[in-house]
């Protein structure tokens, strides 16, 4: 489910900076808040009115190699902002985000956020305008504002009871959608239900026919006439010597 103004929330919130608007680039890209068994999970491509492209995603089972991963997202970013042959002052700021249910350095904070400096002037900045935050739910330092906090506590805490008392106003909107993707998703499961059974039920049908049928034909042969093989099988005697003519017709 698409959600620009819920997408342009979350970022606002995590990088603590007002953002006009947020566009997809492209029919591909996505802007997706969906519920899962366990919560919800947010998958963002977006760029804002500035051209900065921001690349969301979940990461709720532990990666090892979540850096690298970051690393890959980043080229394939930079891949999709220009081509070959164009300057590279054609590339713009870009931010990749992981929100994470797990701590993923180990370092007790909510936010862990990377930009290329200077190792021998660590005040000196490459100038890249790359970033890559980590997100981290079960952080305990006292290191982001309340709100993004609420709304990390909320990933790990995705119930009606949580967002009802949360003092963030971005939880109660994403809540909402949350709500209406897993009352969409509930009746996406009710239909397949009912997709199977009908399934089921003409599978039966197929099963019941052909023991139907063997039981007319095994009767035929064995000399039985079709008025007998009705009154014994309780069938209509017209279904009899169709059966009948269709198994006379494969021989």
Known sequence: MSDPEVCRGVLE????????RVVSPEAQRTIDLLYEGKGIRLDVYVSDGEGTVY???????RRRDLP???????????????????????LKRTY????CTFDPFQDGRHLYTFENICRQNPSLPLGDETAK???????????VEPDLREF????????????QEAANPLIAKIHERVRKVKQSKEMEVEYMTLMQRD????????????????????????GLGTDEIAARLNLDAHIVEKTIQGFMGEG
């Open 199 to 222: 399934r089921e039920n003409i599978e039966i049908g197929i099963e019941k026919g052909t023991e139907r049928t063997n039981k007319i034909i095994r009767l035929y042969v064995d």
């Open 68 to 90: 690298k991963r970051a690393r890959y997202y980043q080229g394939n970013v930079d891949l999709d902002l220009i081509s070959a042959g164009e300057p590279y002052s054609a």
């Open 152 to 163: 990390l506590e909320y990933v790990e805490n995705t119930t009606d009871a949580f967002a």
């Open 55 to 61: 690349n969301v995603e979940m990461q709720r089972g």
């Open 133 to 143: 935050l980590f997100l981290n739910t079960r952080g305990t330092a006292e290191d």
């Open 13 to 20: 919130q995590i990088l603590g900076i007002p953002i006009e």
């Open 96 to 99: 990749v985000i992981f929100i």
